[in-house]
C-alpha cells in the first residue's frame, strides 16, 4: 500500500482509457505532480485497522477519490478561480497546458473516476453506495459547494465559525467519504465508524491549519507553491483569524482530536491503544512536517 | 414522458441537494434554458418501444443524461473554449454569472448527475453497468475526447472522415449510451440493441448536420444562438466540407438510416413497420425542424 502504486494505477487506466496524446499528458501531469496522495492513503490506511485484504478493486476506489482531488485543483487553479501558476513545485496544469485542456483534464479526471469505480469488483450494491457517497461528498453540498463559498469569501472578512463550515464542505466531505467508503468495503459497525470519522473530520481541519501556516511561515522551496497567496487574495484563514501561535495551538488541539478518536477505535476493537496503526503514522507525519 | 417533467426532476433535486443560492441558480439557469431535451427523451422513447414502465427510478436516468449535456455545454461556451456568450437564446451561463461559477455549476452539475443516478431504484449490478456506460461515454474516450479534437481541429482544414470521428465522440457517443442504458434497463437482445444503437448514431450525425446547415441558414432569433459562429471559429463542418445541398443530402441519407435501423427493430419485435413509436416521433420532428 503506497503512493506510488496508487499513481501507476491511475496512470495505467487513464492511458488505457484516453483518446488523444495531450489530454491524456494533461491529466497524468496532474496526477504525477508529487502529492501527497492522501485521500486514497487514508482510505487504505482504514481499512487496514480492519486487517482488510487489499485487492484491485480497493485500488479502484482510493484512485477515485485521488482523481477527484487532482481535478479540483486544477479547476481551482484556473484563472477565473485561485488564478495559480505554481503547485506542487511545478507549473500548475493550465500553464503547462493552456486554459481549455485543463478544464477538459478535469472534467475528465472527475468523470473517468467514476468510470473506474465502475469496474471496481465490489458487490454490487455496497458499489452503488459507494457511488453515492462520493458523488455526495464532492458534490455541490460537498466540495463544490465549499469552492463556491471559498471564493463567495474573497475580501471579506469571515468568522472562525464560517471559515470552519467553507473547509468542513472544501476540503472535509472528501476527506471524511475515505473513510466511509472503506467501512462499507469492511462492513465496519456505526460505533467504529463514527469516530473514524471524527478521527478524519480531525485530521483534515488540522491538515487545513497546517496549510494556512505554511502559506505565512513556510519556504515556497519546500512546500513547492508560492506562498503569502492568501493574503493576496485577501483570504481568511486560521492564522489571520487566530494568530501564529493561535493557530498551531488548534492544529494541536485537531491532532489530539484525532488521535483521542482513534484510541477509542482501538479500545472497541480490542486492540492496544499504543498499538501503531497505519492511522497513527499517518497522524504522525502531519506532526513532523508541520 | 415529457419534457417539462426531466426539468423538474432535476430541478427538485438540485435545490435538495445543494447548498449555496447562487449555485443552485446558475445549474438552474442552464437546465431552465429550454434545451430539447433530445438524450434523456431518446432514452425514455427507447424504453417505449418494450411498453417499460417508466417509474421515478428512469427519471434519474434520464436526468443524469441531461445534467451531463447541460454540463458540457457550459464548459463548452467558456471564454478558454468556444468562447460563446449566446445559448438557447439566452446569455450564456458565464455571462450570466462569471466564470467562476460557470465553471462550478459545470463541475456540479456533472458529480450530482452521478449522485441522482446512484440513488435510482434500478438493481444494483445493472445501475453499476449504467454507470459505467454513462461515465465512458461522457469520458476520455466519448464526449471529452471530442470536444479535445473539436478545439485542436480549429483553424485547420479536417477530412469528411475526421470530422464524422470528431463528432462520434463529442456528442455521438452520450446520444448512443442513451440507448444502451435504456436496453440494459429493459434486458434487449443483443440483435435489437445493436440495430436501436444504429437507429441512434445515424439520429445523432444527423442531428449534427443540421446544426451545422442552421449555423448558415439559420435565423438567430429562431435557434436561439449566434449564426456564423462555426466560420468565426474557422471550423470545419459537414456544410463547409460538403456545400449546402451535399450537406442537406447527407442529413436525409441519416434520417433513412435511423428510420431503417428502426423499421427492422419492429420487424424483429413483430410490431408493424407502420406504427408510430416515440423513435419515429423523434426522426419525425427532426425532419420538420431541418
Known sequence: MNAPKIEQSICEFLQEETIGEELTKSMIYSIKAGGKKFRP?????????????ITQAEYN???????????????????AMDDDDLRRGMPTNHIE????????????????AFHLLSLADI??????????????????????????????????????????????KKTGAL???????????ADVNIFVQGKLEQYAT?????????????DVIGDETLIGKHTGSDEKLNKSTYVSLLGLSGAKEAFYEQCDKAQEALNQVKLELNQSINSLT?????????????
Open 175 to 185: 476527506i471524511k467519504s475515505a473513510v466511509e467508503m472503506a467501512c462499507i468495503i
Open 278 to 290: 497505519l492511522l497513527d503514522e499517518i497522524l504522525k507525519e502531519l506532526k513532523e512536517i508541520a
Open 61 to 79: 476506489v482510493a484512485s477515485s477519490l485521488e482523481m477527484i482531488h487532482t481535478y479540483s485543483l486544477i479547476h481551482d487553479d484556473l484563472p
Open 123 to 168: 458487490e454490487p450494491k455496497k458499489l452503488v453506495n459507494i457511488m453515492g457517497i462520493l458523488s455526495a461528498s464532492a458534490g455541490t453540498k460537498g466540495m463544490i459547494a465549499g469552492q463556491v463559498e471559498d471564493i463567495q469569501a474573497e475580501n471579506r472578512q469571515v468568522s472562525l465559525e464560517e471559515l470552519q463550515q467553507i473547509h468542513e
Open 41 to 53: 492513503l487514508l482510505f487504505l490506511a482504514t481499512l487496514d485497522v480492519f486487517d482488510y485484504s
Open 97 to 112: 497546458f493552456g486554459e481549455a485542456l485543463a478544464i477538459l483534464a478535469g472534467d475528465g479526471l472527475l468523470t473517468e
Open 202 to 214: 480531525s485530521l483534515g481541519i488540522a491538515f487545513q491549519i497546517r496549510d494556512d501556516l505554511l
